[in-house]
């Protein structure tokens, strides 16, 4: 059985940083990419961070120059490092594997950024 599991997430001051954490589990066949989401109250999850199995990373326009997100394969583990916080980064983090087949989510990671 996959299973992703988040962490890392917290009450942070804007301007400060926070490292989330996924370590996932189980069978995963072929992995395509790993991702980052966020979902804010009342709006929709998107893409905030990618990295493909080459290891080629993308980043959503709001985030870029602020978030880096990697990979330790080693530790099975996606991080993503968010540096200079801002209020509107405030939203429940999701890590996403994705394969040939499936895709595969954690619980997620609550991030709140106070002004």
């Known amino acids: 059985q996959v299973r992703l599991v988040e962490s890392g997430g917290g009450l942070v001051q804007a301007g400060g940083s926070l490292r989330l954490s996924c370590v996932f589990s189980?069978?995963?066949?072929?992995?395509?990419?790993m991702g980052w989401y966020r979902q804010a109250p009342g709006k929709q999850r998107f893409l905030v961070a990618s990295?493909?199995?080459?290891?080629?990373?993308d980043y959503a326009d709001s985030v870029k120059g602020r978030f880096t997100i990697s990979v330790d394969n080693a530790k099975n583990t996606v991080y993503l490092q968010m540096n200079s916080l801002k209020p509107e980064d405030t939203a429940v983090y999701y890590c996403?594997?994705?394969?040939?087949?499936?895709?595969?989510w954690g619980q997620g990671t609550q991030v709140t950024v106070s002004s």
């Open positions: 189980g069978s995963i066949d072929s992995i395509n990419s």
């Open positions: 990295i493909t199995s080459g290891g080629s990373a």
């Open positions: 996403k594997i994705r394969t040939i087949r499936n895709g595969y």
